[in-house]
């Protein structure tokens, strides 16, 4: 087996060479260390490294290392022969190298198949859903897992050295703890996150209210993260309300620009919360926030409803909808929206990940035609894909800079 890793090369010569507990050696250095193997890169650029995935198994057929969106990038290619793990010979270490810039971010699972050996990972939807319900985490890297949901495995992540901090991304012990509330707002599932201390009568309190809630609600408990940003006084107490969408179907509808449900938004959730926990009216402390069909949904909600959604988060947004338009001149209908009217009165926090192909220039064309109608934009590229091991920390950092000076 030919090896990019020194680490790995080192391995496979002790081998050969009969080297007594040499792989016995090279698992306990992994145990202590941590898993992957982050080296400096090959041709001597500091602004990469050799990043090494690791996976022990003695009966293992085949091993998939699933690096969210770059795996997936070669699955929507029809090839995912690129991302087999390699076993070095003579041991139960299988491998794959990437070479990475220091600031990616990702997480990262692999799918390991005992059965007969196939010629080939199958890449069509069915078999794909197969690989991502059987994936697991690693087992050696010690870092916090991400969690799923639906019952798949968490994931683990990959954070290389100059990837952003995510600091309020993990419960601290002496932060004061907010209150965490289930209600049902005409028929639909909503979380609610209070911040400590809280008494409706102290409002109008500022207001986020983070699509796709059944994700940072219970699966990601994002409450931990707002309890840090009070905590640090990074936004002023805020009233938080996580709107579920109720199953793929009925996020797929609400998500896509729909008109009846950001009047939903404004019309019924936002009264609500006035009333129920003394939430601001003030559209310049209330933010929308989603990520991809959610985030275009949080900039359509500021567009359709500017006097209740003065504050827009978008993250990874399918700013390329309608479906099906996605390279013709039908597509991009909600940045057409923005260029053709005049300039409304809201803030906007993008962000999008550099290895997102099929979302990057269609968000930087977003931020383009902003910024030319005259907005306040702030605008975020990080390099990860599509990926809420990113998304947790540009969320706290949006809230942030969208609240921060609204209290």
Known sequence: ME?????????ADDIRAGEPRAEEHFWQKAQATGTPLVEPDR?????????TFLW???????????LHTVTDKDRHAGDLSPHLMRRVPGTDVWAISHRLRADHRASYQFSVR??????APRTDRRAWLGVLDSAVPDP???APVLPSR???????????????AQPWAHPRPDVPRGERIEAVVDGRRVGVHLPAGHRAADGPYAVAVLLDGEMWGPVLDFGDTLDNLHAEKRVPPTVTLLVETMGRDRRMADLSCSEEFVDWLADVLLPWAV???????DPARTVVAGQSAGGLTAAFAAFRRPERFGNALSQSGSFWWPDGTEFDSGSEWLTR???????????FHLEVGLQEWMLLPQNRHLRDVLRARGYEVAYEEFNGGHDYACWRGGLATGLAGLLADRS
């Open 3 to 11: 090896t990019q890793s020194p680490t790995l090369r080192k391995l």
């Open 43 to 51: 041709n001597g650029d500091p602004a990469y490294r050799l990043v």
């Open 56 to 66: 022990r198994d003695a009966l293992a057929t085949d091993v998939l290392a699933l």
């Open 114 to 119: 005992r059965g007969p050996r196939a010629e």
């Open 140 to 142: 050696l890297n010690g």
């Open 150 to 164: 639906d019952g798949r495995h968490p994931s683990s992540v990959l954070e290389l050295s100059d990837a952003p």
């Open 275 to 281: 009333r129920e926990y003394g939430a601001a009216e």
């Open 337 to 347: 929206q923005y260029a053709a009217r005049e300039r409304l009165p809201v803030r």
